[in-house]
């Protein structure tokens, strides 16, 4: 047996076998348990037809480097987070190199063979239907119906915690409304000015501050149930198939977070929505000018949907700090993609430009708005350098004393988390933040070079300060929060339906993802992160390279997010990216206008 035979008759029982390796450890099963004989099996079998499928055989280059490359960055991701379950209890640094060597190329044979099998199959498969094969009845009426059913979906939820979830940041910029607390920049000012003009409203007409409260969770509701109808509106425009309409609006109505958040008092809702909205007119203005002679009356964009853009974006950049940051690192790729009829572009986006200024500036400082302190933005770096301390690593004298001017070092092992910064921010408050603010550049310097001292504390503090949003393996708590929270303003609940059924429902519908696979990964933010990756690589192969500019405002707010997140996991914190999910599956697949399929 020649080299080249022996090579080809070992291939498949050694792949069968690393991705059964990698999946025992994963799994953190023994090496004497059972399913390692069953994963081996499974995957030789399993193998046997991949590597007999003509398609496999004729792929092209370029698919199998996007397979790749989109592998090698899932198994990067998973050995990063999972290095410490993967090796157990070994402690030889050979042995420790070994597993995980070995585990990661079972785990990117495992990818490259699922990612390579999903770009395969997806290059046929259309999310369209041509008009007359669409048989629902009210096909068209779907975004009205869309409409009304989100609010009877999620009325329930608002009817057992009215006037709606309050939580410590909700409360805060309460006491700013009612002038207990200084005004502040901390929680958006404009959000907290819209939750003013309701509470207002409801003192003007009942003198009830929970009338007011009331009336912002139900104008919420109608906004977000409104840009979720116009989303709908887009897919029955296009006729993407009624099935996948009806599925994008259960996804909206019927999952747990979307009902509890929609009664939520927090920016990162209002926020989040914006963002559907500038994404949904980005994927409109992209059609119409893809298909510009083939549309006919499917997809227009006329002045309203201008003023649409300009609400969207301008909300966008008010309702969160990192929404603006997101904002500006769009346009130059937005103005770059529609350069051809930059004229209109260029005009809106100068106008939510010059609002936002406006506001965060003259308008701010004359409502003596105070913005947040220098210390909020540093929760990475300051969260690298306690892990130095935490994990007790040597630190030079020079270095110590540096540190100690700003912050005591000492209280670092017993105070510092991994998964929030909060407590080295205010570690650093209690010390001398105004020295740190005045000696930026000096403290830039020590921190990278601290950093390459302890180049594995640093990693170690990244991995733990922000695997949340990219490793699927990390829970979320949702809808735990009390109604309103304990508060100094006399502010109580006052459900309008609360009883043992409705307590014990709320338990099970919470409960279900952490009992139920796969619907699990829908609550995990990590799940959704690795699914936009893959369906970017999915509209990479296309050839629709304009579509990545529908996935840019929230790759530049999860950029935002692995530099500067407080929280390792905060749902609400990548919200958007969640709600945004149906654009970017129109994006992933071949998208043509009505009659062109």
């Not at 007999?52 to 991701?77: G, H």
């Not at 977000?224 to 887009?234: D, E, N, R």
């Not at 997809?299 to 649409?308: C, D, K, P």
């Not at 003259?362 to 300051?382: G, K, R, W």
Request: contains cysteine.
């Amino acid at each position: 047996m020649n080299p080249k035979q022996l090579y080809h008759k070992c291939k498949l029982p050694i792949l069968a076998f690393l991705a059964a390796w990698a999946s025992l450890r994963a799994c953190r099963l023994g090496t004497f348990h059972i399913f390692g004989g069953l994963f081996f099996l499974l995957y030789f079998l399993l193998g046997r037809q991949f590597f007999k499928w003509d398609k496999v055989r004729t792929a092209s280059v370029i698919y199998r480097r996007c397979a790749v490359l989109l592998s090698a960055l899932f198994t990067f991701f998973y050995l990063c987070a999972d290095y410490g379950g993967l090796l157990g209890d070994l402690t030889s640094r050979l042995f420790r190199f070994g597993y995980l060597l070995i585990s990661g190329a079972g785990l990117f044979i495992l990818f490259y063979t699922l990612l390579l099998s999903f770009f395969l199959w997806a290059e046929n498969i259309s999310l369209l239907l041509p008009p007359e094969k669409i048989r629902f009845r009210y096909y068209e009426k779907l975004p009205v119906i869309g409409f009304f059913f989100c609010l009877l979906a999620w009325l329930p939820y608002l009817l057992t915690n009215y006037p709606g979830v309050m939580t410590v940041d909700s409360l805060n910029q309460y006491g700013q409304i009612i002038g207990q607390l200084p005004m502040s920049n901390h929680h958006p000012w404009v959000h907290t000015q819209l939750i003013r003009l309701f509470y207002e409203l409801g003192m003007a007409l009942t003198g009830d501050a929970i009338t007011g409260l009331g009336l912002f969770t139900i104008f919420q509701m109608l906004v977000m149930a409104g840009i979720f109808a116009y989303l709908t509106g887009t897919l029955t425009a296009l006729h993407v198939r009624p099935g996948i309409c009806f599925a994008v609006l259960a996804f909206y109505s019927l999952l747990p977070y979307n009902a509890i958040y929609m009664v939520t008092m927090w920016k990162d809702i209002l926020f989040s929505g914006m963002v559907l909205l500038f994404s949904t007119i980005l994927f409109r203005f992209l059609i119409a000018f893809l298909y510009k002679d083939k549309m006919e009356n499917s997809i227009r964009v006329t002045a309203g949907t201008y003023v649409l853009y300009t609400i969207a974006g301008f909300g966008m950049c008010l309702f969160r700090s990192n929404g603006f940051h997101a904002f500006l690192l769009t346009l130059p790729f937005l103005l770059l993609c529609f350069r051809k009829v930059w004229k209109k572009h260029v005009f809106v986006n100068v106008i939510i430009l010059l609002s936002v200024l406006f506001i965060k500036g003259p308008v701010m400082n004359y409502a003596q708005v105070a913005s947040p302190d220098f210390v909020e933005a540093l929760s990475i770096p300051i969260q690298l350098t306690a892990r130095v301390y935490a994990d007790g690593e040597p630190v030079s004298e020079e270095d110590n004393e540096m540190w100690n001017r700003i912050m005591d070092t000492s209280k670092i092992p017993e105070t510092y988390e991994s998964f929030c910064s909060d407590h080295m921010k205010n570690l650093i408050r209690t010390g001398d933040a105004s020295y740190l603010e005045t000696h930026k550049i000096e403290y830039l310097k020590l921190w990278l070079r601290f950093g390459l001292s302890h180049p594995l504390a640093y990693l170690r503090g990244y991995i733990d300060a922000t695997k949340g949003y990219w490793y699927p393996d990390v829970p979320n708590i949702i809808g735990s929060d009390e109604r309103i929270a304990e508060n100094p303003y006399g502010l109580t609940a006052r459900p309008l339906i609360h009883n043992p059924l409705t307590i014990k429902i709320k338990e099970i519908v919470f409960k279900l993802p952490d009992m139920v696979p796969l619907y699990g990964l829908l609550f995990s933010l990590g799940a959704m992160f690795w699914l936009c990756i893959l369906l970017a690589g999915n509209t990479y192969l296309t050839g629709n390279f304009k579509y990545f500019i529908v996935f840019l405002p929230n790759a530049a707010i999860m950029a935002t997010l692995f530099l500067a997140t407080p929280v390792n996991n905060e749902f609400r914190y990548a919200y958007s990216m969640l709600l945004t999910m149906p654009l970017f599956l129109l994006c992933a697949f071949p998208v043509s206008p009505p009659g062109d399929n």
